[in-house]
């Protein structure tokens, strides 16, 4: 009988612990469940179907009449698109290079105990907040224009004015520095790992008769080498991806010299309403918001979405951006679990533990995540570029672009002032919160 008891006693404290577990496992359910909603309706489904219709020839108007490799095989014999996808590949190794090397010096520089370095840390990151509005590409265009800014700086030695949109190379060094100006989020990401470098490293080596450049290239490269890895994989993925710049500064000219895939993919899926062949040309390069852009537009189509701000603000409240998932779980890697463990033997449960231990110390990271949503929606231009038809449902940065349709004819000083204006609001939102963001930034980021 004791024995028996006994028995009944573990198997039942077994049970006991297996059903107590099971619920822990569904509140976590619960709790992830509308990123999980969002992630397979706005993300995988799109995902897979963009692959199937790479097989087939679907036309947004005429469906599918003819499945096979046909998009593969053109794809490797049209000088066009092969062309493309050179010059893709062309801007991505000027572009990601000279990026990266840009912010991981000025990041250098401002590990440095220096007077006023919060101000100049802020400074820096201004472009990256600003360079993807389309404000910026429109005075970027502006800059270089035949009587802009360069050339008149150009004409005060002497030197006579370029056409800096009419030559090949010289047309893509003026979309390459556009992305290159924007060092800042890898440059934050740079600065948090160079924190987290010892100084007793460098105390040592100094020690030894170590300069500062034998520091950097023996110390510090590869302590952060997992750091530089993340940032070149990230901003690699951005440089195939990159749309903004060379359709509005130079509109994929001269002769198709600044024309990356993205363009192309835009062209055939949006002007064309070739959805099979842009689905086929995304997935040779296998870039993951360009595969799904033709697929989930079909989807929007189809549920009635298109000409409506559903398909810019559904999938953001479903939390299908996950960068932002990816940055807050950087940060809750920080959290000691001893206050989650205090927090239960206090008699909270996961709610109260989430609500008054977790949400608090996140501060930083949401402030972050909020600005980021904010800004890249005030920013956004190819999104309503995509959905958006009717003029009186046009944002501020579609309205730009159609501001400037044609070469000339259009008032630059009306175009400048609008651009102007139009970046004001993310401008004002950064300095209110910059404390936040950047240390949001600079905890979520990648450690070495």
């Given at each position: 009988m004791r024995t028996a008891y006994k028995s009944t006693k573990y198997?039942?404290?077994n049970r006991m612990k297996n059903k107590k577990g099971f619920w822990a496992l569904n509140i976590g359910l619960l709790y992830i469940l509308p990123w999980l909603v969002g992630f397979i309706l706005f993300k995988v489904y799109p995902f897979l179907s963009s692959l199937f219709y790479s097989f087939t020839n679907y036309d947004l108007f005429n469906g599918i009449t003819k499945y096979g490799m046909m998009n593969y095989e053109k794809i490797f014999t049209d000088p066009d698109i092969i062309r493309a996808f050179v010059v893709t590949f062309k801007y991505a190794i000027f572009d990601?290079?000279?990026k990266l090397m840009f912010a991981l010096f000025i990041a250098y520089i401002l590990n440095f105990k220096l007077k006023g370095v919060n101000f100049f840390r802020t400074a820096y990151y201004i472009p990256s907040i600003l360079g993807g509005s389309i404000a910026i590409a429109i005075l970027w265009r502006a800059v270089f224009n035949t009587d802009g800014l360069i050339n008149t700086v150009l004409g005060v030695f002497g030197i006579p004015a370029i056409n800096w949109m009419a030559g090949d190379m010289s047309a893509l060094?003026?979309?390459v520095l556009l992305r290159v100006w924007q060092f800042g989020s890898a440059m934050v990401i740079f600065l948090a790992?160079?924190?987290?470098?010892s100084e007793d490293l460098y105390e040592a080596a100094s020690i030894d008769g170590a300069g500062k450049w034998t520091q950097f290239f023996k110390i510090t490269v590869p302590l952060i080498t997992p750091v530089i890895f993340y940032n070149l994989v990230t901003q690699l993925c951005q440089a195939f991806q990159e749309f903004n710049g060379p359709f509005l500064v130079t509109k994929g000219g001269p002769n198709g010299a600044t024309t990356l895939i993205s363009m192309l993919i835009y062209n055939n899926a949006f002007l064309r309403h070739k959805m099979g062949m842009a689905s086929a040309q995304a997935w040779i390069l296998f870039l993951p918001q360009v595969v799904l852009n033709a697929p989930q537009y079909i989807m929007f189509n189809n549920w009635k979405w298109v000409n409506t701000y559903l398909p810019l603000v559904i999938p953001s409240l479903f939390a299908a951006d996950t960068?932002?998932?990816?940055?807050?779980?950087?940060?809750?890697?920080?959290?000691p679990k001893e206050l989650e463990e205090?927090?239960?033997?206090?008699?909270?449960?996961?709610?109260?533990t989430l609500w008054y231990v977790i949400v608090p110390m996140l501060k930083p990271s949401?402030?972050?995540c909020a600005l980021f949503q904010f800004m890249w929606t005030n920013n956004d231009f190819q999104g309503p570029l995509i959905y958006i038809a009717d003029m009186d449902k046009y944002t501020n940065s579609v309205y730009l672009r159609m501001s400037m349709d044609g070469d000339?004819?259009?008032q630059w000083n009306r175009i400048l002032a609008m651009s102007l204006i139009s970046i004001i609001p993310s401008l004002v939102v950064f300095f209110c919160a910059q404390d936040s963001f950047i240390d949001g930034i600079a905890a979520g980021g990648v450690k070495g």
């Open positions: 198997y039942g404290g990601v290079p000279l060094m003026v979309i790992a160079l924190k987290g470098v960068y932002f998932v990816f940055m807050l779980i950087q940060f809750l890697r920080g959290v205090a927090a239960k033997i206090d008699g909270c449960n996961t709610l109260k949401l402030v972050s000339v004819g259009f």
